[in-house]
């Protein structure tokens, strides 16, 4: 299994469990608004649903972030570069995996440190009480696995562009 196999298959598979994470939100949602609905009946709203849904929305931002950046879905604006030389393009790409290379990083970061506050100060949600690092440690997880396939696509920015090879290869993407 080579280094390209291992981080698509950490991405995708943090992909799907952002997936699973807002299905199970979307049907949380759907019970709690039912038993909103449903007072009259005896029901009652899932306690502290919105603690659940911020703490798992926030995780799934994350855990989507490492496969869209594998599979360059991020949006771009192809006017310009459509006319440009390939080895332009390469160039380009190469800037913005840089620059989003930066990013990703710096939020790892600053979740590390913002995890270390919550768990120092022993924060917790209102309702159900729970750690509020909970779900900084899950976003921080997330971010991680997002800067080593960053770092990863950035050494295959460097290489396309040393290499001279096509900035886009079949299969590694789509143009927007």
Excluded at 35 to 50: E, K, Q, Y
Excluded at 72 to 82: E, K, Q
Excluded at 139 to 147: E, F, R, S, T, Y
């Amino acid at each position: 299994m080579n280094l390209s196999t291992i981080i698509a298959w950490l991405a995708r598979g943090l992909a799907v469990a952002g997936g699973i994470v807002l299905v199970v939100l979307t049907v949380l949602t759907v019970v709690s608004i039912s038993g909103r609905a449903m007072i009259w009946a005896g029901l009652s709203p899932v306690p502290g649903d919105f603690e659940l849904v911020e703490a798992g929305v926030g995780f799934a931002v994350f855990a989507f972030l490492p496969w869209c950046q594998f599979t360059r879905g991020h949006a771009s604006v192809d006017i310009f570069t459509n006319f440009l030389p390939d080895a332009a393009n390469r160039v380009i790409d190469l800037v913005t995996e840089i620059l989003m290379t930066v990013f990703i990083t710096v939020v790892a970061w600053r979740l590390w440190y913002g995890m270390l506050d919550k768990m120092r100060y022993n924060e917790t949600t209102f309702i159900l009480q729970f750690p509020v690092w909970w779900p900084y440690a899950a976003c921080m997880v997330a971010a991680a696995i997002g800067v080593l396939v960053s770092f990863y696509l950035l050494y295959e920015r460097i290489r396309e562009v040393a290499s001279g090879e096509p900035a886009l290869r079949p299969g590694q993407g789509s143009m927007h």
